[in-house]
């Protein structure tokens, strides 16, 4: 397990990084103060896990946390002194997974990590999230699907349904479902669904990837193969 820390403040670092190894032995601790820092830290470390502090020197915390949110689903946990319910609420809902108010117990984190950590992992994020198959990779974490490094540009929708094909691999998953996942409603005509799975099958097959690793299920639905 990898944790990116973004925090400015060395002390509050050091007890969160005490507790996590504690807690987890084999846990990898990355820290950075400066938020500029983060995409880029992102990019290279691919952390199963963000703390992010709200208040840092040369950044507006919510705006990283909105950036983050552009180019990862890693789960986020913010830290801050600003207690009051608003903040709370615009963390939330800019996409951050919890949020904890300083001071914190180091126990109140643990139990926080794991609960994200858990939740993560349920819906196919964290570090669970890269599936394989031959030279295709989904890593759901970066949402970025590649066909031997190659990057296939799936628009969000095809994401939406592909990704979520691959999380249930082996599994056949019915049309509502998957209506559901990308159109959020099960009114959509089986048709468009046949459409996205079209468009995602022709641009594996262009970037070399095999188009069959999506299967039909005449009357159900489809599934990647497991
Ligand atoms: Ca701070």
Same mark, same amino acid.
């Given at each position: 397990m990898h944790v990116l820390i973004v925090e400015d403040t060395p002390e509050v670092v050091e007890i969160i990084e005490v507790a996590l190894k504690l807690r987890w032995s084999e846990c990898e601790v990355t820290s950075v103060?400066? $938020? !500029?820092?983060v995409p880029g830290v992102i990019a290279s470390t691919?952390?199963?896990?963000i703390i992010l502090?709200?208040?840092?020197?040369?950044?507006?915390g919510m705006d990283l946390l909105e950036q983050i949110r552009r180019m990862s689903e890693v789960p986020v946990i913010i830290l801050t002194s600003r207690g009051h319910e608003a903040a709370r609420v615009r963390g939330l809902e800019a996409g951050a997974d919890d949020y904890m108010v300083k001071p914190f117990s180091p126990i109140e984190m643990l139990a926080r990590v794991q609960a994200v950590l858990r939740r993560a992992s349920r819906s196919? $994020? !964290?570090?669970?999230g890269i599936i394989t198959r031959d030279s295709l990779v989904v890593d759901v974490a970066q949402r970025s699907v590649t066909v031997d490094g190659r990057f296939v540009l799936l628009s969000r929708l095809e994401w939406e349904v592909f990704s979520y094909l691959a999380i249930n691999a082996g599994k056949v998953v019915k049309h509502n479902d998957l209506k559901q996942r990308g159109?959020?409603?099960?009114?959509?005509?089986n048709t468009v669904v046949k459409m996205c799975i079209r468009r995602i099958r022709g641009k594996l097959g262009e970037t070399?990837?095999?188009?069959?690793v999506i299967l039909t299920h005449r009357g159900l639905g489809y599934s990647f193969i497991g």
């Open positions: 103060g400066r $938020g !500029g820092l691919r952390p199963d896990l502090d709200l208040g840092l020197p040369d950044v507006d196919g $994020g !964290g570090a669970a159109w959020g409603s099960t009114t959509v005509e070399g990837g095999d188009p069959g």
